[in-house]
């Protein structure tokens, strides 16, 4: 029995990082109980700041502006940052120079996904924009994460050069938000059962579980 795993997610969102340990975790824990089946795992986009330019911004005025200065997104981020280490993740907030427009990173992963690098891809984004602060508007710098996600170099800087799928990934985003997707991440299971924010592995896994005992109960074709 197929098991799909949707996940709409921004990679410019910690707790959208902090949600992929959490899956992957589920994901070990659910091997386990079913050696059987493999989930099939695919990431969406969703623009958390779509009115950025392509450029994006200076990190301390989109914090000047977000949250009233670095002192207070520091308070702020501090609860983030403890959520992250739990997860085996060290956040590197303060070198993050630019706020970007996502717009070309989702790009990227459609093109990964597209080549079933997506996981790969994603996590290649969040560990260069979360642990070593890079520009996510920087195409030469997307074309390395690219290739350090397994991918050809050179296609992935000439997909980017384009305007590919721009309006694919515009339309997907406001398909989530339609659908009620207020914050991310957010968790689809067989399309059946949806799960918001970066909840804990156990949490993940009993969703799944509920959602593999809906898909069971219906009567299939044939």
């Known amino acids: 029995m197929a098991f799909q795993i949707d996940v709409i997610s921004d990679v410019v969102c910690p707790w959208c990082f902090i949600g992929k340990r959490n899956l992957e975790r589920a994901l070990e824990a659910w091997r386990v109980k079913h050696p059987d089946e493999t989930p099939t795992v695919r990431w969406h986009p969703f623009q958390l700041n779509p009115q950025l330019p392509d450029s994006g911004v200076p990190r301390k005025q989109y914090l000047e502006n977000k949250f009233g200065g670095p002192e207070r997104a520091k308070a702020i981020y501090a609860r983030v940052t403890a959520a992250g280490k739990g997860a085996g993740i060290d956040f590197a907030f303060d070198a993050i120079q630019v706020q970007p427009n996502t717009i070309d990173a989702h790009r990227l992963m459609h093109h990964a996904g597209e080549r ?27 074309a390395d994460i690219a290739a350090q996600a397994g991918l050809d170099r050179e296609e992935a800087a000439a997909y980017l050069a384009s305007d590919a799928d721009r309006e694919l990934i515009e339309e997907q985003d406001r398909r989530a938000r339609a659908i009620g997707v207020e914050g991310v991440p957010f968790f689809i299971f067989n399309q059946r059962l949806a799960l918001s924010g970066a909840q804990p592995p156990e949490v993940i896994v009993e969703a799944m579980e509920k959602a593999r005992e809906e898909l069971a109960a219906v009567p299939q074709p044939g």
């Open 116 to 142: 079933g690098r997506q996981d790969e891809m994603a996590e290649a984004i969040f560990r260069r924009y979360f642990v070593e602060g890079a520009d996510l508007t920087d195409k030469d710098t997307l």
